[in-house]
């Protein structure tokens, strides 16, 4: 598939998909939630890769869902059709993704980045939920994903208030893992990902899941599946080898079974 609104590459074993409609600040539109669901898609089935940056531009992730394409939305064909529902497709990205936002990230911006599994944020970074200044609320995890990761009062400021808040209060609140200068904002988010997919992508995709799953469930399950899972990690040659290399005193070699 040719992609016209996002650009898709690989630095190493890491992906790298930058979102690419400028005249729009990136605006989430219908033709680019498909191209990143394709692109994802790929990138899930490519066993070279075992973690993805999602990036927009200097000034901006993503300024939102596309205002003027969803002036169009009628009730009965958004509920029938379940408009936009396939973010949560890219939400369910099973290999670690990770948001390298500089600017606006607003609306869906904001919530795209949120359901990466962390965000490195550049300086100019600015969040905001300003669906409620359209007569609108957020609509894909604003309202849930954000309560879970920001808690109840600042979810509660930003979607009832539409103020935007600059990357420091986002790193303060929890929102952002790491804050870097807009200049290193790439080469910081690609050496991450490429730092995790150096590691055995059956474990890392296990610990995502794991810690996902602390937000489904209640502590005891949460813990059990943990454990469960962890019992399940020596069926896998990493962990003879991850160990035996700490052992032999050596750099491991992971195959990824
Ligand atoms: N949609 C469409 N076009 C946009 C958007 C957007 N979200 N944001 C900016 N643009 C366009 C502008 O219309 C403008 O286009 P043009 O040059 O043709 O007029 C161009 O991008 C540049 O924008 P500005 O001139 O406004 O640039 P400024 O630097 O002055 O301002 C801002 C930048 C502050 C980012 C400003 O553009 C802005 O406020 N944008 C809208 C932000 C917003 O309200 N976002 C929330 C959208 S609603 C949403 O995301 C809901 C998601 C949930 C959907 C789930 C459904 C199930």
Request: some cysteine; charged content about 25%; aromatic content about 6%.
């Given at each position: 598939m040719a992609y016209d609104t996002i650009i898709v590459e690989k630095r190493g074993e890491a992906g790298l998909i930058t979102l690419n409609r400028p005249k729009a600040m990136n605006a989430l539109n219908k033709a680019l939630l498909d191209e990143m669901i394709d692109a994802l898609a790929a990138m899930r089935d490519d066993a070279k890769i075992g973690a993805v940056v999602i990036t927009g531009s200097q000034k901006a992730f993503a300024a939102g869902a596309d205002i003027k394409e969803m002036s169009e939305f009628a009730f009965a064909s958004a509920y029938m059709h379940d408009a936009l529902g396939g973010w949560e497709t890219v939400a369910g990205f099973p290999k670690p993704m990770i948001a390298a936002v500089s600017g606006?990230?607003?609306?869906?911006?904001?919530?795209?980045?949120?359901?990466?599994?962390?965000?490195?944020?550049?300086?100019?970074?600015?969040?905001?939920?300003?669906?409620?200044?359209?007569?609108?609320?957020?609509?894909?995890?604003?309202?849930q994903r954000l309560a879970r990761s920001i808690g109840k009062a600042k979810t509660m400021d930003l979607c009832l208030t539409g103020r935007m808040m600059d990357a420091e209060e986002a790193e303060r609140c929890g929102l952002v893992a790491r804050i870097v200068p807009d200049t290193e904002l790439i080469e910081e988010a690609i050496s991450a990902a490429q730092k995790i997919a150096s590691f055995s992508l059956p474990s890392v995709m296990m610990a995502k899941e794991t810690i996902n799953q602390a937000f489904e469930t209640g502590l005891a399950e949460g813990l059990r599946f943990e454990r469960r899972l962890f019992h399940a990690m020596f069926a896998l040659e990493d962990q003879s080898e991850g160990m035996a290399a700490f052992i032999d005193k050596r750099t491991p070699s992971f195959r990824n079974r």
């Amino acid at each position: 598939m040719a992609y016209d609104t996002i650009i898709v590459e690989k630095r190493g074993e890491a992906g790298l998909i930058t979102l690419n409609r400028p005249k729009a600040m990136n605006a989430l539109n219908k033709a680019l939630l498909d191209e990143m669901i394709d692109a994802l898609a790929a990138m899930r089935d490519d066993a070279k890769i075992g973690a993805v940056v999602i990036t927009g531009s200097q000034k901006a992730f993503a300024a939102g869902a596309d205002i003027k394409e969803m002036s169009e939305f009628a009730f009965a064909s958004a509920y029938m059709h379940d408009a936009l529902g396939g973010w949560e497709t890219v939400a369910g990205f099973p290999k670690p993704m990770i948001a390298a936002v500089s600017g606006y990230a607003l609306g869906g911006g904001c919530e795209l980045a949120a359901m990466c599994d962390f965000i490195i944020a550049g300086e100019s970074a600015k969040f905001g939920q300003p669906e409620v200044t359209l007569g609108i609320m957020p609509g894909m995890g604003g309202t849930q994903r954000l309560a879970r990761s920001i808690g109840k009062a600042k979810t509660m400021d930003l979607c009832l208030t539409g103020r935007m808040m600059d990357a420091e209060e986002a790193e303060r609140c929890g929102l952002v893992a790491r804050i870097v200068p807009d200049t290193e904002l790439i080469e910081e988010a690609i050496s991450a990902a490429q730092k995790i997919a150096s590691f055995s992508l059956p474990s890392v995709m296990m610990a995502k899941e794991t810690i996902n799953q602390a937000f489904e469930t209640g502590l005891a399950e949460g813990l059990r599946f943990e454990r469960r899972l962890f019992h399940a990690m020596f069926a896998l040659e990493d962990q003879s080898e991850g160990m035996a290399a700490f052992i032999d005193k050596r750099t491991p070699s992971f195959r990824n079974r």
